[in-house]
């Protein structure tokens, strides 16, 4: 993703969200990193006098005090550098939590068609990886620029008021960081973006091998599963691998840089100590002077790598939060009305290619049954009816209103949908049932799972509602499955029940028990898509699709 004005202005906009999110705490973490580096300015001091008055000066009443302040110096700073990191690390998670949190908040209320075209690793990288390198970064920023910019100031004072000719020796070769952090900073960010997307890539193909794990073992399929594997992975090696080329040469340079001054200092100070123009003392503690002013120096290389290589997470980031959100409609729909549904001339295209063409058809209250071979666009049709999709042309109305005008929530509960293949989530039975209504009591969900015709599987699980279903409901068969859907959608009451391909996957006699709690659905509009012919009930109302997919 190219660089842009936006995006930059986006990026620090992001990171001055998070720093202002808990300003105490953010308040506290400065003060605690200021004053660990407060304290370890003073050590040189006492050194200097330790060596210049005590040891060479023969003053021994200054030893215990001086060795007494030095210890007090060091537990101070260490307590303060726990304090520090203890606060950091504590605001740092729950900064994590809030804005990958609002991260998906954004992917939950964004348009399907949006959310469609990412894959499911390189979104999940995006809510986790991606946004904690950012908090990262906001937490580590404002706090280390305060610390490097007295770690710079206080320093150099102290330098030049012990020797201003030693203090520009320091400061001159000091700016060749300032040229070396530019250079690094924009080809880090460079070469971040690509290692990103490879560790994506390689997250979706885990999650792809894993809910394909049947047909991969039936088909003895473990070997070339094997190798496309070790492609993803050779792929984020090599990008991972020029990164690292990227950050070790900045390393190498920045101790050739480190090592100019320190040699300078060390060299013009031995001389200057033999003509007896400076003290050792003060050597000694110029020196310790000199690392206290590359450390903070060296820091601002550091960040600036830092904050360039997370702007490449934040571009990502950005992405998500790019997400629309879709039209909100503003007309309401009473759950009361008759269940009337038109499509009128309805189209709708997919990466070019056509999926719907120019559909017309008319549900009523009943049962209606929605024809067509298989690819000729029946389940897109039902996408449309719930808005996951909007359509090119054309119009939905349901009680002679347009969908597309009609609240989303209003929509939501005046339709639901009964999926070919049941969606299971990782949690009990009666969590999965409730779903369809979160604030139905127990009582209403058991009701539901009776009429879905539930009592048998219930009667065996050892918990009873309260077992655990497993991921995507892998301890229950397809029947199951389909029922607790059933359950589901019952317990919901939706004015509008669409069942979609529902007895593709389970038993004759799981299908025949959804078709008897079918047909006591009275009162209510209900879509059935098959391609069955077999499937249809006489007298029942019929719409057939013809076609499918093809060029725009």
């Known amino acids: 993703m190219q660089e842009t004005p936006h995006t930059r202005y986006g990026y620090n906009r992001f990171l001055k969200e998070i720093c202002s999110a808990r300003p105490l705490t953010y308040l506290a973490v400065i003060i605690l990193s200021v004053s660990g580096m407060l304290f370890s300015l003073i050590s040189p001091l006492i050194m200097r006098a330790l060596i210049d008055d005590v040891l060479i000066g023969k003053n021994t009443v200054l030893l215990i005090p001086l060795l007494a302040a030095m210890a007090g ?94 203090a520009v020796v320091v400061i001159v070769p000091a700016l060749l960081f300032v040229f070396s952090a530019l250079w ?142 879709g039209a909100e409609g503003s007309v309401p729909l009473p759950a009361d009305g008759p269940g009337d549904i038109r499509f009128e001339n309805v189209g709708f295209s997919y990466d070019d290619r056509v999926i719907v063409r120019d559909f017309n058809g008319h549900f009523t209250r009943g049962i209606n049954y929605l024809i067509g071979e298989n690819g000729s666009g029946k389940s897109t049709v039902l996408k449309l009816l719930c808005r996951l999709y909007s359509p090119d042309h054309g119009r939905i109305t349901i009680n002679g209103k347009d969908i597309a005008s009609v609240r989303r929530d209003d929509l939501r509960s005046y339709v639901s949908i009964v999926f070919s293949e049941a969606l299971i989530f990782d949690g009990t039975v009666y969590d999965n049932i409730l779903i369809g209504d979160l604030s139905a009591t127990r009582d209403d969900v058991m009701r539901a799972a009776r009429r879905a015709g539930l009592d048998n599987l219930i009667g065996t699980l050892p918990r009873g509602y309260d077992t655990e279903v497993g991921e995507s409901g892998h301890n229950l068969s397809s029947g199951e499955m389909q029922k607790i859907a059933l359950a589901r959608v019952l317990l919901r009451d939706s004015p509008v029940i669409v069942f979609d391909e529902f007895t593709r996957s389970i038993d004759t006699e799981s299908k025949q028990s959804i078709y008897e709690v079918i047909r006591q659905l009275t009162g209510k509009t209900v879509i059935i898509v098959t391609h069955n012919m077999g499937d249809i009930q006489e007298g029942s109302n019929i719409v057939y699709m013809t076609g499918g997919p093809g060029p725009a």
Do not use: C
């Not at 939950?108 to 986790?128: C, I, M, N, P, W």
């Not at 920045?254 to 050597?283: N, Q, W």
């Open 73 to 166: 110096i060091f537990f101070v700073s260490a307590l303060s550098n726990y304090l520090s990191a203890r606060v950091r690390g504590t605001l740092t998670i729950h900064l994590y939590r809030e804005f990958s949190s609002r991260i998906f908040s954004r992917i939950q209320q964004a348009e399907y068609a949006s959310v469609r075209k990412f894959r499911t690793g390189d979104l999940l990288t995006r809510v986790t990886g991606n946004v904690m390198t950012v908090v990262q970064t906001a937490i580590r920023t404002i706090p280390q620029i305060l610390i490097t910019g007295l770690g710079i100031i206080l320093p150099v004072a102290i330098m030049v008021s012990l020797d201003a000719g030693l």
């Open 184 to 325: 690094f900073g924009k080809r880090m960010k460079e070469a971040q973006r690509p290692v990103l997307d490879a560790d994506a890539n390689v997250q979706s193909y885990i999650k792809e091998n894993l809910e394909s794990a049947p047909l991969i073992r039936v088909f003895g399929l473990e070997g070339w599963a094997q190798e496309k594997y070790d492609r993803q992975v050779s792929g984020y090696t090599d990008t991972s691998v020029s990164v690292i080329k990227l950050v070790s040469l900045s390393s190498a340079v920045t101790m050739v840089i480190y090592s100019v001054p320190t040699l300078l200092i060390l060299t013009l100070g031995s001389f200057s100590v033999l003509e007896g123009t400076l003290t050792v003392g003060t050597l000694t503690a110029f020196v310790a002077y000199v690392s206290l002013f590359l450390s903070p120096v060296l820091q601002v290389s550091d960040l600036w790598n830092s904050y360039k290589s997370s702007q490449a997470s934040y571009d990502r980031i950005g992405e998500v939060l790019e997400l629309g959100a």
